[in-house]
């Protein structure tokens, strides 16, 4: 099919920022004189999650000659807009600068670099709209920047890392769930990890592609704390987004924690529907990644366990390499589903779209 | 509580299940003195001094309490005179053995903490008096009872010496190895262990759990046993990535490996999105001459428990075709409270060959038993 | 449907539970808050003997981190995978339009009455000075 033809909503592109110096006209005083005289406005603050030059992460015909793939509006134009005509493309940043120790420092960094979105991507087309970065474990500076963006209506969700220091459910991230929930921006879950911890319980593996792989383990463990911990009771409007999940593994995951949730129940008695029934209702997933079955017909079994067509979300992933040319949508999927994946779910996940 | 019990009139068992083998049995002891029959006088004394110490806040309890008391056991499975649910092996073979006419039943002891103990000389020695204790309580007695080889991995030559030792003794059909350690297993700082098991005939069975210190997910530690339960299904996961994509396959080709009390049903999945990255990524692991998902077929068991029960209960049967009925081998776990019934875990109707299969004959040829 | 004499009410003692056989089948008869109630001794999940389990409160929970208990000692809770079962109706805490127990029901009387009869006595022989349990099976 003509993808182009349907004008989809893109739901995850990547904006590389070019270098930390890009930053500092969008910096307050303080911070610009604080990065120059530091040094830092030479750091590169690439996250270890997307090593920029790793096959994966950037598909061949979409690597610039100079510079970071996607760190300039004309790649983002040639790449996905010319190609796709989306309606709309919702932009993600990840960078270093969202998961510095020091919090004052994140929290400054992550202001410029939604100044900088808002400057350099969403004024120069009207199609592009952007999750706000924040500084996940600082909640008070989380929230302060949620609220500094609030009134701007292109951006369109609050974006977090699947691993941080302590699981996402956990309470002491609850004021950025409140206050996301109060302007009605999906928390947007990026795979990947900040490092503070091990990937796993077993400590640290040797290779990239073992991390790669283990992002989507790690989006388990994610929604294990969201729902156990009660986020989806507390937050009744809240929407979660799983961004580059790889979603077939969501089937086996609903089997195992419904099954521990009928006799775990006591422990966390505020669950009282099944997890199953939480997840199809407030949890979306952008389709790229899709970590296909080797049949094709299997692919429709997959999504007859996911058991619901308002969950997944049409993305391209751009830069990352998962497709050839535009055939963005994965091989089997039923053609039932295709205009709530390319439009309809988005525009029922994002208030802010419509 | 105070009852009185009938004598139950036994239900009906299908011929399906009887002979079965048990690939998931925990042995309890009735006092942690029986160990110190098989320990020298100056670990007995450590014991009673220093005690095991692994890598956690609590010396004595779970980090994460269980549902039902004896730190999650049936509660049905305590014996008559109130010691703990599988430290009697009358009230086991009544309950277990004898009542499904078990062929074997594979021990994976979960005691004496040898394979998380952080001074290494002190857990080779739990790990040798706790074989010695397999055999002397439970496998001599009871020739249906296999043991496993516990080992600590942390310190290489007592664990190569405590394969070596083993082998050749058919009381021993694997050596058991905690997949939650300093690293991940398929590290090469532990090839020569892995390679001694191989050269020894002996699979590993890596059954869950482990005290390597790290928290329980990528993303730090849960709040809840709600979350602990099932994030033994990650490590899992990321113990299959870490033995294939570090070519442990490639280069202990015979290695053969059980993924004990995981479940199974995420395991497709896994291999779908391995294969996927490593179609990008794999100049990375050159030495990799197969897909991951080849490497998972040819090495790699799943027991069954915790059986995954699908919405659909026919999902099931596709799932197992997904992993090779050929891969899968049942096992009760118990006496733990999340057991699997024989005659009830698997809520759809299996062919008879697939039953053969997975009650049986899996575990028969991986084992050599008779 | 018949009556069936298997207790005392001497016997079970209140937050206790006898399991009797009536006509081939366990029956749990638990004594709780003054009541009696009656359950089939298998857990509709596993065929666990679910009269074996323990008499646990319902649990109630407005928001994550409030706790309340209500109803004390009536729900039962199976000795394998802890699923919860309502002693009164047998409903499932987890499911309670689709996964029950089976629940008989149950009436104290005094010996008195029991000697007229009709009933079936299947354990406990009857004299006209006690209360006894009686199920319906």
């Known amino acids: ?354 | 509580m105070n009852m009185t019990v009938m004598d139950r009139k036994p239900e009906a068992i299908n011929q399906s299940y009887l002979g079965f083998i048990d690939c998931d049995v925990h042995p309890f002891f009735k006092s942690p003195d029986e160990f110190n029959a098989f320990l020298p006088e100056r670990w007995r004394e450590h014991r009673r001094t220093i005690g095991g110490r692994t890598r956690v806040g609590l010396a004595k309890a779970s980090n994460y309490p269980r549902m039902s008391p004896g730190n999650g056991q049936r509660m049905d499975a305590w014996p008559p005179d109130g010691t703990h649910p599988g430290s009697d092996l009358p009230f086991m073979q009544q309950q277990l053995l004898d009542l499904f006419n078990v062929s074997y039943g594979l021990l994976a002891p979960l005691v004496g903490g040898s394979g998380g103990e952080r001074n290494v000389e002190f857990g080779a020695a739990m790990a040798t008096a706790t074989n010695e204790w397999q055999l002397a309580r439970w496998c001599d007695p009871d020739p249906r009872l296999k043991a496993a080889v516990l080992v600590n991995v942390e310190h290489q030559s007592a664990a190569i010496a405590e394969i070596e030792k083993r082998a050749g003794d058919r009381r021993f059909v694997q050596v058991q190895i905690p997949p939650r350690g300093l690293e991940p297993l398929g590290r090469r700082r532990y090839w020569p262990i892995l390679e001694a098991c191989a050269a020894n005939g002996f699979p590993i069975s890596l059954h869950l759990g482990g005290a390597g210190g790290h928290p329980s997910t990528g993303g730090g530690h849960p709040s809840f046993y709600h979350e602990e339960h099932p994030s033994y299904v990650q490590s899992m996961q990321t113990l299959v990535t870490s033995l294939v994509c570090e070519g442990v396959f490639e280069h202990i080709p015979n290695l053969k490996i059980v993924l004990v009390e995981g479940g199974f049903a995420w395991l497709p999945a896994l291999c779908w999105r391995l294969d996927r990255a490593w179609k990008r990524l794999h100049a990375e692991v050159p030495f990799l001459r197969q897909k991951p998902s080849e490497y998972v077929r040819q090495s790699i068991w799943v027991t069954t428990q915790p059986i995954e029960e699908p919405e659909r209960p026919r999902d099931m049967l596709s799932t197992l075709e997904w992993i090779g009925i050929d891969r899968v081998m049942f096992s009760t776990d118990y006496p733990h409270w999340d057991q699997d019934d024989p005659r009830y875990a698997f809520k759809v109707a299996l062919p008879e060959e697939w039953k053969r299969k997975i009650y049986s004959e899996n575990a028969r040829a991986l084992y050599q038993l008779e | 449907m018949s009556r069936h004499v298997v207790a005392t009410v001497d016997e079970i003692a209140p937050g206790t539970c006898k399991i009797v056989t009536v006509r081939g089948r366990e029956i749990g008869v638990f004594h709780v808050n003054d009541e009696f109630f009656a359950i089939f001794n298998r857990c509709p999940h596993q065929g666990a003997p679910l009269c074996r389990g323990a008499l646990l409160s319902r649990l109630e929970s407005p928001a994550p981190g409030e706790y309340r208990l209500t109803r004390h000692g009536e729900m039962l809770r199976c000795p394998w995978h802890c699923w919860e079962f309502d002693i009164r109706t047998g409903q499932s805490w987890c499911d309670p339009d689709s996964v029950l127990a089976r629940t008989f029901s149950v009436d104290v009387e005094p010996g008195a009455t029991l000697a007229r009869g009709p009933f079936e006595a299947e354990t406990v022989p009857v004299t006209v000075e006690q209360d006894y349990v009686v199920i319906n099976v």
């Not at chain 1, 004189?33 to 994966?56: M, Q, T, V, W």
């Open chain 1, 1 to 354: 099919m003509q993808l182009s033809s349907t004008q989809p909503i893109d739901c995850d592109v990547h904006l590389a920022v070019p270098s930390t110096r890009v930053l500092l006209p969008y910096l307050e005083d303080y911070w610009r004189e604080h990065l120059i005289r530091r040094g830092i406005e030479n750091d590169n603050l690439e996250l270890s999650s997307y090593p920029p030059n790793a096959p994966i992460n950037c598909r061949p015909d979409w690597r610039p000659p100079t510079g970071l793939p996607g760190s300039q509006f004309e790649q983002l134009r040639d790449h996905v807009l010319e190609p796709f005509q989306p309606r709309f493309a919702i932009c993600n940043v990840l960078d270093g600068s969202q998961i510095m120790f020091s919090e004052d420092l994140s929290a400054a960094l992550c202001r410029g670099i939604n100044n900088w979105i808002a400057a350099e991507w969403l004024d120069r087309d009207p199609r592009l709209r952007a999750s706000i970065v924040v500084p996940a474990h600082s909640p008070d500076l989380a929230v302060a920047e949620i609220e500094r963006r609030a009134d701007d209506g292109r951006f369109v969700q609050v974006l977090m890392l699947a691993m941080t220091e302590i699981p996402l459910g956990r309470r002491q991230h609850w004021p950025i769930y409140a206050a996301a929930e109060r302007h009605g921006l999906p928390i947007g879950i990026h795979a990947g990890s900040s490092f503070r911890n091990p990937p796993s319980a077993l400590g640290w593996s040797s290779y990239y592609i073992e991390d790669y792989v283990s992002q989507s383990p790690g989006f388990s463990g994610v929604l294990n704390s969201l729902v156990t911990e009660g986020v989806f009771n507390k937050f009744p409007k809240l929407k979660v987004v799983l961004i580059e999940s790889g979603v077939t593994w969501l089937p086996a995951h609903f089997w195992r924690i419904n099954k521990t949730w009928r006799g775990v129940r006591s422990e966390t008695p505020w669950l009282d529907r099944m997890p199953s029934e939480i997840i199809r209702e407030r949890v979306r997933l952008t389709i790229q990644p899709f970590d296909e079955p080797p049949e094709e017909h299997d692919v429709q079994t997959i999504i007859e366990e996911i058991g619901c067509d308002e969950m997944l979300l049409f993305s391209t992933d751009y830069p990352h390499w998962h497709f050839e040319g535009t055939d963005a949508i994965p091989p089997g999927l039923p053609d039932g589903l295709l205009t709530k994946l390319l439009v309809d779910n988005a525009l029922a996940t994002y208030p802010r779209l419509s």
